[in-house]
Nanobody
Framework: QVQLVESGGGLVQAGGSLRLSCAAS????????MAWFRQTPGKEREFVAG????????FYADSVKGRFMISRGNNQNTVYLQMNSLKPEDTALYYC????????????WGQGTQVNVSS
C-alpha cells in the first residue's frame, strides 16, 4: 500500500509562484510514475504533470507547459510541482497520484492541497 500526502498549497496573486510537495510512504516508488492532477468544483479531474524516474521522462498538460515543473527528490519518494506565472484559472484542488509503470491507471491518490490564485 502507498500513502501520499500533499502540502504547499495556499493563496497567491496572479503571476506568483508556489511549490507543492508530495511525500510518499509505504514502498519505494522508483518504478512508479508519479503525477499531479487538479480539480475544480463541477469539473472532471485533469492531468497536470507526471514524472517517470525509471524512464527519465516528464510530461505536462499543454495548459501548464513552460510554467510548471515536476521533479523528484533524491530519495525518489518525494515529488514536487513548481508552479510559476500562476493564473486565476490554475485555482483548483491539486492531487498527487502514483501508478506502477506497468499499470494503465493511477492506483494511489492523496487527499489534495488547495491552490487559490487571485486576480
Amino acid at each position: 500500500q502507498v500513502q501520499l500526502v500533499e502540502s504547499g498549497g495556499g493563496l497567491v496573486q496572479a503571476g506568483g509562484s508556489l511549490r507543492l510537495s508530495c511525500a510518499a510512504s509505504g514502498r519505494t516508488l522508483s518504478t512508479y510514475v508519479m503525477a499531479w492532477f487538479r480539480q475544480t468544483p463541477g469539473k472532471e479531474r485533469e492531468f497536470v504533470a507526471g514524472i517517470s524516474w525509471s524512464l527519465r521522462s516528464t510530461f505536462y498538460a499543454d495548459s501548464v507547459k513552460g510554467r510548471f515543473m515536476i521533479s523528484r527528490g533524491n530519495n525518489q519518494n518525494t515529488v514536487y510541482l513548481q508552479m510559476n506565472s500562476l493564473k486565476p484559472e490554475d485555482t483548483a484542488l491539486y492531487y498527487c497520484a502514483a501508478r506502477n509503470i506497468a499499470s494503465k491507471s493511477y492506483d494511489y491518490w492523496g487527499q489534495g492541497t488547495q491552490v487559490n490564485v487571485s486576480s
